[in-house]
């Protein structure tokens, strides 16, 4: 692998201009998470350092146990660090003053709502949305809506409720929703991970398009390597517990990138390195 931003040309396009002095999008500077006191004090994340630039897509992978949820939950100010400091944009990580979109491996819809309310939701509780969203703006939020629904194909599925659609159609919706209110950022927690692996592959191929045409910040926390490599601009290893990132890698192969490339010989070498690297510390 080596090192050459591939940001996609529209991604590119639809960025923000840049402060010469501006800070990048995410940066965790020594920061550490021990739960817990005493005795009882688990080190979730050794002192770790990472910063993501604007518009890139970061896949972080690691050994179960290692500390990759932990990073999200500091990222998205669930959880404060023990130690160091998370910032987000120019300021401390603060839920008032992001807009983030998170999607995780579980999703879980509101079962007495339909698809349509479900993906709504966060218009309903995110300013700016929030405040307009009892006045003239319902329609458009509703045609906003489906437009994202038409995007991953469930058109048909905005008056059904949750329990009518099948593991991977509420997969789907769950990007919807993490997506609705137009994140700068997305946080994604294995949000593939109980899929069968043609609709995960199928769901890549969604998730490339979204990245492509939408253009936000991905974080996303993943065990697939190839969902990694056929995704994310940058990949970083994360060590055993405590974890801590112990490779850190741009992949060069352009964007938009077609599911055939997983069976090419560059991409099946970039990740077999990357298991035998986790592998190694796995075992060590
Ligand atoms: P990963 O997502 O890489 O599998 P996590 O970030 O969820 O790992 O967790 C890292 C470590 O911290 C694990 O060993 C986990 O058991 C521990 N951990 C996570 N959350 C808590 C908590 N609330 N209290 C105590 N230990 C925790
Ligand atoms: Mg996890």
Not at 10 to 36: C, D, M, Y
Not at 113 to 142: C, S
Not at 211 to 232: M, Q, S
Request: glycine share 6%.
């Amino acid at each position: 692998m080596n090192i050459t931003p591939t940001i996609p040309a529209k991604a590119a396009r639809n960025a923000k201009p840049t402060p010469v002095h501006s800070r990048p999008a995410i940066a965790l500077e020594q920061a550490s998470v021990v739960f817990g006191s005493g005795d009882k004090a688990v080190t979730a994340l050794s002192p770790t350092s990472l910063k993501m630039e604007t518009g890139e897509f970061l896949a972080l992978v690691g050994p179960s146990g290692c500390g990759k949820s932990t990073i999200l939950k500091l990222v998205s100010n669930l959880i404060r660090p023990s130690s160091g400091n998370v910032l987000v944009g120019a300021r401390e990580a603060s839920v008032r003053a992001l807009r983030i979109g998170m999607a995780f491996q579980n999703p879980t819809m509101l079962p007495w709502l339909t698809i349509e309310q479900n993906v709504m939701m966060p218009l309903k509780i995110v300013e700016p949305f929030k405040h307009t969203f009892r006045q003239d703006k319902r329609g458009a939020y509703r045609d906003r809506v489906h437009t994202l629904l038409k995007q991953v194909g469930l058109s048909d599925f905005a008056n059904h409720y949750p329990w009518q659609l099948s593991g991977g159609m509420l997969q789907r919706s769950n990007l919807c929703r993490a997506l609705i209110h137009e994140p700068d950022l997305l946080l994604l927690d294995e949000p593939f991970g109980a899929l069968d692996q043609f609709t995960r592959e199928e769901l890549w191929q969604t998730m490339q398009d979204l990245y492509i045409n939408r253009a936000p910040t991905v974080l996303l926390v993943t065990h697939d390597l190839r969902e990694a490599g056929f995704l994310a601009s940058r990949i970083c290893v994360m060590s055993a517990r405590p974890g801590r990132v112990i490779s850190d890698e741009q992949v060069t192969l352009p964007y938009p990138r077609d599911i055939s490339m997983i069976y090419s010989p560059e991409f099946v070498e970039m990740t077999q390195g990357l298991r035998e690297m986790i592998a190694q510390v796995r075992s060590s």
